[in-house]
């Protein structure tokens, strides 16, 4: 089998293409030949998921503090809504908890 990495369709049909073995294994089993085809996530291929994701999880913790500070400094209105103030923590948080997952080393396997 060739070690080649595959990312996409293009690339498994090229590699089908150039592999007569791989051809062979196709035509007796195609889930167990297409299983064995070495694949890479596209998190592993492609940087701008990862950015944005983490882009968007920081603007939306900049959002929320800045929300928040507004809705501290400003005068408490007669109809105030409790809520806003307890969503606008929990949503805060969650982004908070989010990217400190994304940004955390992910843990090594020894095996």
């Known amino acids: ?11 498994f049909k090229d590699l089908l293409a150039n592999d007569p073995a791989l051809q062979e294994q196709f035509k007796k089993d195609p889930l167990a030949a297409a ?3 070495p694949q890479r996530s596209p998190l592993a291929t492609d940087r701008w998921i990862y950015r ?10 900049v959002i929320i503090s800045v929300g928040v500070i507004f809705l501290m400094a400003s005068p408490p209105p007669s109809n ?11 949503l805060g948080s969650g982004a908070i908890g989010a990217l400190a997952g994304l940004l955390a080393p992910s843990p090594q396997s020894n095996a």
């Open 52 to 61: 944005i994701v983490v882009m968007s999880l920081g603007l939306v913790v």
């Open 80 to 90: 105030q809504d409790s809520t806003l103030p307890t969503l606008l923590t929990a």
């Open 1 to 11: 089998m060739s070690p080649k990495q595959v990312q996409s369709f293009s690339d």
């Open 35 to 37: 299983n064995q085809v």
